[in-house]
């Protein structure tokens, strides 16, 4: 705990200082009655100054919440010496606002007195937010010292993005082994159909199709394709985000990719997660529950992370990245490394598809002059890139902020479907 | 020169509140003080009324420094605006009664020579130095 003089002490000490030294050198008595007032308020200051011993606990009614969530937090006070006067501050975070309650508030405490002061926190942004530290700072009655000193309680709030609602996702272009909600292109157990063929030894009498095999005179079977689970990666790009205000690109990305590990989560596929950014991140895909949990919980630790180094897909894990996975890359396409890890995974024949978040809307066009060609060029070297994705066989749509993003999946999903490769 | 005292206790006074310069209000007192001596120039006994002016520059100093203090961001409990008041309305009483004690013994010993003197002194200096070392006390 930090004891100081506030300037009030300094001001009365000079004072009864000069008016002391005055009286004596004048000899004029009405100058002691001038100073006396303030000697006695310095010396009732000081002996009445007691340094308090506080205790100050912030707890938080909940420890996880979800964007635009009410949480309160308590502020407990006690202490075993009287506070005349207590202010207290609990600094917020950003992304945390406060909904309801007195912050910061000047209060009074008597010995052993508890007292408990609520709050009501918003939680605007997503992530791992520390609430704090607490300042306090107390004074004596006549406001002559001051103690100042900081909680040591800082709780932690952990908001998780709000998912949107998606009526389905994308598809892959290949399944993996293990059951799941795919119907898969191969032929083979299944509900789904997809043939007919002549019967061979070791088919099941209960495959056999009776009508076509009346029509054709021999015996004909049904071919299903089977249902297979798929594997998804979601590729984040945290190297650099455009923002406006409240709103960027990375927090578009980070809610879309919570949306999208959602979806493929409940129809049971395993899902994986890369962030590649200053610092990377990655979740070796897995199916479930846990595994949705641990990948919200990545996205909150997600930033944007200054950095120079020269990252490749390298640098990424063998196992986050199977076979035959679907790669959703959610990326702004602003820095050109994961412009470049992006290709390389199509070019070693991953199925991609890339979501463009784009900062267009974050970026307001300038009003005139060398700006304006400036800002024309850059979206017409944007359109550049994505066109020379599409070259390379990638699904890219721009996705701009207020568009549901149900919408631009079924672009990415039209695209995949209709586009076919160029071939000279 | 009272009265330009005094409007320089004024201006300095109104300077420190409007800017929330903690600084000035001393000076502000100093001129005040200085101003109201001046009146007396000439006058050899001592005035009762010395001891309402002490207390009412007190309450000045008092009520500038709430007003400088004062922070409109924090929420302040009414008690605690209460127990304000009435801390500072207790000091001016008691310094009041302090001023008429002090006054009405001046009166009866008005000269007590070189030793008092020295004794006066000597006190002055202590309580200062007293003072002037409790403000540089830093931390604990």
Sequence with gaps: ?424 | MALAATVLALVLLSLGLILRWPNTIPWALVFAGAGYVATRGGESLVDGWASVVGVLLLLTAELASWSIEHDARIRTEPALILRRAATVAALCMAALLVNFILLAAAGVSSSAGIPIAAAGVAAAVTAVATVLRLVTVRGR
Excluded: C
Aim: glycine share 6%; net charge neutral.
């Design chain 1, 1 to 424: 705990m930090t004891r100081y003089a506030t300037p009030k002490l300094a001001a009365y000490a000079s004072l009864s200082a000069v008016g002391l030294l005055s009286a004596l050198v004048f000899a004029r008595p009405e100058l002691v009655a001038l100073t006396a007032p303030f000697l006695l308020a310095l010396g009732a200051g000081l002996a009445l100054a007691t340094p308090p011993r506080l205790t100050v606990a912030v707890t938080l009614a909940e420890e996880r919440a979800l964007e635009g969530d009410d949480v309160a937090a308590t502020i407990a006070v006690e202490s075993a010496t009287p506070v005349d006067r207590l202010d207290l501050y609990v600094r917020l975070p950003d992304g945390i606002e406060l909904a309801e309650g007195r912050n910061p508030v000047a209060l009074h405490l008597a010995a052993a007195e508890p007292r408990e002061l609520e709050l009501t926190l918003h939680a605007v942004r997503w992530g791992g937010h520390v609430i704090g530290p607490t300042y306090f700072r107390a004074r004596d009655p006549l406001g002559l010292v001051a103690w100042e000193s900081t909680a040591e309680t800082r709780p932690q709030l952990r908001v998780y993005p709000r998912e949107d609602v998606l009526r389905r996702v994308l598809p892959p272009a290949e399944t993996q082994v293990f059951t799941g909600n795919e119907v898969a292109r191969v032929k083979g157990e299944g509900i789904e159909f997809a043939d007919i063929r002549p019967w061979a030894p070791g088919d099941a009498v209960k495959r056999i199709n009776w009508r076509a095999s009346a029509r054709k005179d021999d015996l004909l079977v049904n071919e299903s394709h089977p249902e297979r689970n798929i594997d998804v990666i979601l590729f984040l790009d945290s190297f650099a985000e455009a923002r406006r205000g409240d709103e960027g690109t990375l927090d578009l990305a980070v809610r879309a990719t919570a949306t999208l590990a959602d979806a493929y989560a409940r129809r049971r596929d395993r899902v994986g997660l890369i962030g590649f950014g200053g610092i990377l991140r990655w979740l070796v895909p897995g199916a479930g529950l846990v595994q949705l949990y641990r990948i919200v919980d990545a996205l909150l630790d997600t930033q944007i992370v200054l950095s120079y180094y020269w990252k490749e897909i390298d640098v990424i894990p063998r196992r986050t990245l199977p076979p035959n996975a679907l790669v959703i890359g959610l990326s702004p396409l602003l820095d050109a490394r994961s412009v470049g890890a992006l290709l390389d995974l199509r070019a070693r024949g991953f199925d991609l598809a890339v979501i463009d978040v784009s900062p267009v809307p974050f970026t307001p066009r300038p009003a005139r002059g060398l700006d304006v060609v400036a800002y024309d060029l850059w979206t017409l070297r944007r359109d550049a890139l994505r066109h020379r994705l599409q070259q390379a066989g990638v699904a890219v749509v721009e996705w701009n902020a207020g568009t549901p993003l149900q919408a631009v999946l079924e672009e990415v999903r039209a695209f995949r479907r209709f586009a076919r490769h160029a071939r000279a």
